[in-house]
């Protein structure tokens, strides 16, 4: 079981960082930790922090705990622990309020205070989606030098230059085509339209947690006080960019569907992958993960000294078993090397 601590909330009206409140547990800035794992007499510890985007309610009812089969952390424990070193396994659940630049502050902020730890040899930090760009941006934030020396880092399904999926006000313009081009223009389609994205609508933050990675004229004018178009702007510059050559080690994970990973969702009848292998041809042309184009994801190969690894997983990589393994590999051999 997972212990969960809430750290701070975002003040929308104030823009400040404030003291949790009982009724704000759930869209809180929260760590959750994991029992951990002894493979050695050697008490050092390899730090796995894993930021998948979530934040406390998308994963669970409850503000304090949550299962170890939740996000499938079971999975990584269960990988981990296979392994000859010791590790620690957390996980990261943003603020549903906060802009996007300011959770890099706060867990550039929470990096330190890990890499300070003695009983550290390591802090690999796994970002997922827009944690991948946070991943990238929190950098420039660290103060501890011990952070430089310590801190790996993933950036998986990253959409450096935002997604569709994340930008309202042009997602429903597709939705919309989408809908009419099958069932053609009138009351049903209307009605469908309606229903469709009142699915986005009740999963969408309406805030910068979504918002801050849609593309540009992606925000209606509404939602515009909590859309922060700054931080994809400056996503890759060139000072995110001098800090990314500082640290251990960087790699960007792409994912992209392919021809099996639909056969796969079908076959093991994963309906949210199936969803994302819909979503993707219709939203894509079959060039991206779903719910990120790959072009976004590999973006910064064209502006940073690096050559992405691409993947064949769905955006949800981590509920794939090869997806997850890939990824899994990738952090072990680099771990096996220090």
Request: net charge neutral.
């Amino acid at each position: 079981m997972g212990t969960i601590k809430h750290h701070k909330k975002w003040d929308l009206q104030n823009n400040v960082w404030k003291d949790v409140e009982s009724g704000e547990k759930g869209k809180a800035l929260s760590t959750v930790s994991y029992s951990d794992i002894i493979n050695s007499q050697n008490r050092q510890f390899n730090y796995i922090v894993i930021a998948n985007g979530y934040r406390v309610e998308n994963i669970t009812k409850n503000p304090n705990a949550v299962s170890d089969r939740t996000a499938h952390i079971s999975n990584v424990i269960k990988y981990f622990s296979n392994l000859r070193e010791n590790y620690k396994i957390e996980m990261i659940l943003i603020d549903n309020d906060a802009p996007l630049t300011e959770q890099s502050k706060a867990i550039a902020e929470y990096i330190d205070t890990l890499s300070r730890r003695i009983d550290a040899k390591t802090v690999n930090f796994l970002g997922f989606s827009k944690c991948g760009v946070i991943a990238v941006d929190m950098i420039k934030y660290f103060k501890d030098p011990r952070s430089f020396v310590k801190t790996r880092i993933y950036s998986i399904s990253s959409p450096y230059e935002g997604t569709l999926i994340a930008s309202p006000k042009l997602l429903e313009i597709e939705v919309k085509k989408m809908v009419e081009a099958k069932l053609g223009q009138g009351r049903f389609s209307s009605e469908v339209y309606k229903a469709v994205m009142g699915i986005f609508f009740d999963n969408f933050s309406n805030s910068h947690m979504d918002l801050d990675i849609a593309v540009p004229g992606g925000v209606t004018d509404d939602l515009k006080p909590f859309y922060d178009p700054s931080f994809l702007e400056n996503a890759l510059s060139s000072q995110n960019l001098k800090s990314l050559g500082l640290i251990s080690h960087y790699r960007n994970i792409c994912t992209t569907i392919t021809e099996d990973t639909l056969k796969e969702a079908i076959k093991s009848g994963n309906l949210a992958s199936l969803g994302l292998c819909i979503l993707n041809d219709c939203l894509f042309d079959g060039k991206g993960d779903g719910i990120v184009p790959l072009s976004s994801q590999r973006k910064i190969d064209d502006v940073f000294n690096t050559s992405s690894i691409i993947i064949p997983s769905t955006h949800n990589s981590m509920e794939i078993k090869k997806g997850r393994t890939l990824i899994l590999d990738e952090v072990r051999q680099r771990i096996e090397k220090s």
